[in-house]
């Protein structure tokens, strides 16, 4: 079964770090590109980020509102992805998605999610 | 940035009735839109891609139409389980960019 899982939210200090990790099972994490997408509480959805795939080389690309700030990376050995958050605001605040991404086959555009990982940055 | 305007924000609707929701793209964006359904503490399901292409196992009262700068999700006869948010997703350039969302909500 093609699964995402989500883990590594939780409260945490403006100011402060935390490092979410997304576990793929059913398919092989680096022959697709992978985004992060967050919904802050009673909001919409908003893009976070994405890393590409081998063929591209890994390459990042990031929103605005978290470039400098974000860093998503992977672990092919561990069929993982990762986004780790330095210098939190109260607005990143939120529910945080993984998503399979397949630029080359449009079928697999975001056609699997997490269940989602819930950071909360308060004091 | 490309901005997408989604409309309405909300909209009350009883089973039978048939909805059209709207995405208007601020630039063109050729069929690069996916539409979203999503349920109070769920994530995101994928319904359409490529403006109108529905995704495997979605029943066939959704459909999505549209190209460039204008798109349309409709629900030929809105059944109980399709009463959640709808979310339109434009994926021709970066920052991709969600819709603001729309709840259809049971009258």
């Known amino acids: 079964e093609v699964q995402l899982v989500e883990s590594g939210g939780g409260l945490v200090q403006p100011g402060g770090s935390l490092r979410l990790s997304c576990v793929a099972s059913g398919f092989i994490l680096s022959d697709h590109y992978m985004d992060w997408v967050r919904q802050a509480p009673g909001r919409g959805l908003e893009w976070v980020g994405r890393?590409?795939?081998?063929?591209?080389?890994?390459?990042?690309e990031y929103a605005a509102a978290v470039k400098g700030r974000f860093t998503i990376s992977r672990d092919a050995s561990k069929n993982s992805l990762y986004l780790q958050m330095n210098s939190l605001k109260t607005e990143d605040t939120a529910v945080y998605y993984c998503?399979?991404?397949?630029?080359?086959?449009?079928?697999?555009?975001?056609?699997?999610w997490g269940k989602g990982t819930t950071v909360t940055v308060s004091s | 940035d490309i901005q997408m305007t989604q409309s309405p924000s909300a909209m009350s609707a009883s089973v039978g009735d048939r909805v059209t929701i709207t995405c208007r793209a601020s630039q063109d964006i050729s069929s690069y839109l996916v539409w979203f359904q999503q349920k109070p503490g769920k994530a995101p399901k994928r319904l359409i891609y490529l403006s109108s292409t529905l995704q495997t196992g979605v029943p066939s009262r959704f459909s999505g139409s549209g190209s460039g700068t204008e798109f349309t999700l409709t629900i030929s006869s809105l059944q109980p389980e399709d009463f959640a948010t709808y979310y339109c997703l434009r994926h021709n350039s970066y920052p991709l960019t969600f819709g603001g969302g729309t709840k259809v909500e049971i009258k």
């Open positions: 998503t399979r991404v397949n630029v080359r086959d449009l079928e697999y555009y975001m056609d699997v």
């Open positions: 890393t590409k795939d081998k063929i591209d080389s890994y390459t990042t």
